[in-house]
């Protein structure tokens, strides 16, 4: 379950970057609509200007909306199930696996290979 709530939370990120890379899309839309304007192009820069700048990107809603929506209604109550989880057969801790991984490679009294407190299991 860790393993895909690291992957739920890659997707999030890509939605906030598809939020902001929309976002910054329809600001570039300003300069392109002023900038055929000035060439000439009123009634393209009108439409542009009317149709696409400002326009929603799903019925109804904006990005933002969107990015709400998934926090509301698939990370949140999946980071707290995952958490639930976690608390419930493995005392809370975080990245099992790669704690496992870490006892097994590390070199034991090498510089750089130390053990923290809570990988140590303590």
């Known amino acids: 379950m ?3 709530l690291e992957k739920v939370i890659r997707a999030r990120g890509h939605l906030y970057s598809f939020h902001q890379l929309t976002g910054e899309a329809d600001f570039g839309l300003d300069e392109a609509v002023e900038a055929l304007r000035k060439a000439g192009h009123g009634e393209l820069a009108e439409r542009i ?3 696409l700048v400002g326009r929603n990107v799903l019925p109804g809603r904006w990005t933002f909306k969107v990015v709400e929506d998934y926090d509301d209604q698939y ?3 999946f980071v707290a199930l995952e958490r639930e989880a976690r608390q419930q057969l493995v005392g809370g801790k975080r990245h099992l696996h790669e704690a496992e991984l870490k006892r097994q490679r590390a070199t034991p009294g090498r510089s750089g290979h130390e053990m923290d407190a809570g990988e140590l299991g303590e």
Do not use: L, N, T
């Open 2 to 4: 860790s393993e895909a």
């Open 49 to 51: 200007d009317s149709e």
């Open 75 to 77: 990370y949140e109550p």
